[in-house]
């Protein structure tokens, strides 16, 4: 039997724009798939993921590599259930690398030894794949996916003729039949490849389809936080959102023992206890909520985590079971300031809702309230409301801090506004500062050239925008969110 590796390069680059590394191989002799060519070095194929953000306020409590890739984590478990051996690096920590580095990313590709190239990315990293696919993918199959994809797939392949296929949405089918190159493995639900006129909807993975994510992988690795999902999905449709394309609107839950499970693996795999839910529809589900807590509490393993909340969605019983079971922070999405916003970009929340929730967080656990400026329709007063309702909920007396981060908002190609305002784009004034060497000249070019898949590079047009830099810049400090 011949060993068949798939080698996956994980790559990140955090909000000052360093970049992080690791790989390993799994032991050969765990591979059973004769399928996969097998190149000298004993790698089949080799999976990038590249997160660029020129944004320095940090979405989630991590951006700097302390949180493994969850998502290539997945893929990693598929290909194990499939018997593929694989190797994943992450190149969060690779300094060299920013979201131009055009040179330090062909010679990361070049040092991988692999007949699949697997790329995960966000949309910020987009330019930069299109840039160094032609110098780097050296007749190697590429397969491309991850939430930077969306709404940007036949125009990948378009722009590429280095990627054979994108897989939209949740690969953990998909990848495996697509790396043994399987009969039909490229109509598969999510898969976009060249011939095909089909457009197929971004992939859906049930939960008995989902494998544990490779945990072990994460052993000595420096990581510090278990990423965790036990849910995808999110029934809500925010105008500005992409979730309802990359996951659908239909919650799948995870059955809470098998959560635990999964949990204790990785708690045991990362040496921690800090953990970082990342479900979007954490909180909207009570007994699903209330059964997680409860059994956490009964193992007893001290774990402290951090949630995302609607500030609708949590009771008074919800916090104090979350509170209980170790929660110690909550980040919740306000995104506007003003009910008429609120309305436009279907939020499904008011300002009051918003008050009330936060507040009764507050009294158990530290909150994040984020918002976001820079809508197309945004007034000067409703950017200025915005932060004085961010403002209020921190002042308030509460037996927990409230912090507030306030986020430009990014064009995401798959969202209602994107269709509705991709003519009023503006080039975000300090991408062309940030690229003035060759190589970063490469990419600006590509950002330039294709506002679709150069979109995390753009901003919207928004009236008053100078008014409300200087706005954002008096309120810089009071907006810094303590770690
Ligand atoms: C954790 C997280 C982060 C972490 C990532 C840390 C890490 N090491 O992974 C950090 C904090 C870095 C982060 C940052 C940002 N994030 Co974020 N993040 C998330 C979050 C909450 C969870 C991601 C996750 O792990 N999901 C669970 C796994 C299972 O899903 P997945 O990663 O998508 O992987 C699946 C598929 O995409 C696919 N897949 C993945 N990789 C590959 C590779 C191949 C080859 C194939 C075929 C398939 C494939 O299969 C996987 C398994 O099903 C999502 C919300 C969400 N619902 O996903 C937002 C989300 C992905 N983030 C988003 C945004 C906007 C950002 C920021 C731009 C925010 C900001 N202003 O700073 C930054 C920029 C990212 C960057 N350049 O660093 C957007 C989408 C961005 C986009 N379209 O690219 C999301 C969807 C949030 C939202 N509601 O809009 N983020
Ligand atoms: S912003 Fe949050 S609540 Fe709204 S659609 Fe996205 S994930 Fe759901």
Redesign the pocket.
């Known amino acids: 039997m011949h060993c068949s590796c798939v080698q996956i390069a994980v790559t990140?680059?955090?909000?000052s724009c360093a970049v992080r590394e690791s790989r390993i191989g799994l032991a050969p002799d765990a591979c059973t798939n004769a399928a996969l060519p097998t190149p000298a070095n004993g790698d089949a194929a080799s999976?990038v993921?590249l997160?660029?953000?020129l944004?320095s306020?940090?979405?989630?409590v991590?951006?700097d590599?302390t949180?493994?890739?969850?998502?290539?984590l997945?893929?990693g478990g598929a290909l194990d259930r499939r018997g593929i051996c694989w190797t994943l690096a992450d190149t969060?920590r690779r300094a060299e690398l920013g979201p131009f580095s055009l040179d330090a990313f062909v010679s990361i590709l070049h040092e991988i030894d692999a007949p699949v190239l697997?790329?995960?990315?966000?949309?910020?990293?987009l330019p930069l794949l299109i840039a160094a696919l032609p110098h780097a993918a050296r007749g190697r199959r590429v397969?491309?996916?991850?939430?930077?994809v969306?709404g940007n797939a036949e125009t990948l392949l378009a722009e590429v003729p280095e990627i054979e296929a994108v897989?939209t949405?949740?690969?953990?089918v998909?990848?495996p039949e697509?790396v043994c190159a399987a009969p039909r493995s490229h109509t598969l639900p999510g898969v976009v490849a060249r011939g095909s006129s089909l457009r197929r909807p971004a992939a859906v993975?049930e939960p008995a389809d989902q494998p544990s994510p490779a945990w072990q992988w994460c052993r000595d690795r420096g990581y510090s936080v278990v990423?965790l999902?036990t849910m995808?999905g999110?029934p809500f449709a925010c105008q500005f959102?992409?979730?309802e394309v990359?996951?659908g609107r239909r919650v799948r839950r995870q059955d809470v023992s098998t959560v635990l499970s999964d949990l204790r693996r990785a708690l045991d795999a990362v040496a921690t206890r800090r953990v970082?839910v990342?479900d979007?529809a954490f909180t909207l589900a009570k007994s699903h909520l209330l059964r997680f807590c409860r059994e956490l509490v009964v193992r007893g393993w001290d774990v402290e985590f951090e949630i995302?909340a609607r500030p609708n969605t949590l009771d008074e019983e919800s916090c104090e079971a979350l509170a209980a079971a170790g929660c110690r922070r909550a980040y919740m999405g306000i995104d506007a300031g003003d009910d008429e916003l609120l309305r436009r970009v279907s939020r499904g929340l008011t300002v009051s809702d918003a008050i009330t929730g936060v507040d009764r967080a507050a009294r158990w656990l530290e909150v994040v309230v984020s918002t976001m400026w820079g809508y197309p329709f945004e007034s000067l007063a409703q950017l200025s409301a915005a932060l004085q309702l961010g403002r209020c909920m921190r002042d308030r007396a509460s037996a927990h801090p409230v912090h507030l981060m306030v986020?430009r908002l990014?064009p995401?190609v798959a969202t209602p506004l994107f269709a509705e305002h991709h003519e009023r784009l503006v080039l975000l004034d300090e991408v062309a500062d940030h690229a003035t060497a060759r190589d970063e000249r490469a990419v600006l070019d590509v950002i330039r050239r294709d506002r679709r898949t150069g979109s995390?590079f753009y901003r919207y047009e928004t009236p008053d925008y100078l008014q409300k830099c200087r706005l954002l810049e008096a309120y810089q400090e009071e907006i810094t969110c303590p770690r």
């Open positions: 990140a680059v955090n909000e999976i993921t997160t660029a953000p944004d306020v940090p979405f989630t991590d951006s590599g949180l493994p890739p969850l998502g290539p997945l893929l969060q697997g790329l995960s990315v966000f949309n910020d990293a397969l491309v996916g991850g939430p930077g969306l897989v949405g949740e690969a953990e998909a990848f697509l993975v990423p999902s995808r999110c959102c992409e979730v990359l996951a970082q990342l979007d995302f986020h990014q995401s995390a």
